[in-house]
């Protein structure tokens, strides 16, 4: 993914990456990156959750903007 957001960030379009794995955030590096603390595959909540969902994504694009590149910052 991180790889990915590079190329698609150097053609001039920002990215946010989401991630339960910060280890493997950390070595792929990819231009923005928030950590969610829930297990993996469940990056953006739990299932059956819209309103717990809703508030990690507008938390992740909140944090996103604020964050500089190659950071990866934790979701509160």
Do not use: C, F, K, N
Not at 14 to 21: D, E, K, V
Not at 32 to 46: D, K
């Amino acid at each position: 993914m991180g790889l990915i957001a590079r190329e698609i960030e150097a053609a001039g379009v920002p990215t946010i990456a989401m991630t339960s794995a910060w280890d493997i955030t950390a070595a792929v590096r990819p231009p923005r990156s928030v950590y969610v603390h829930h297990p993996l595959g469940h990056t953006t909540g739990q299932p059956h959750d819209p309103q717990g969902q809703r508030a990690i994504v507008s938390a992740a694009l909140r944090i996103g903007r604020e964050s500089r590149p190659g950071e990866i910052r934790p979701l509160p």
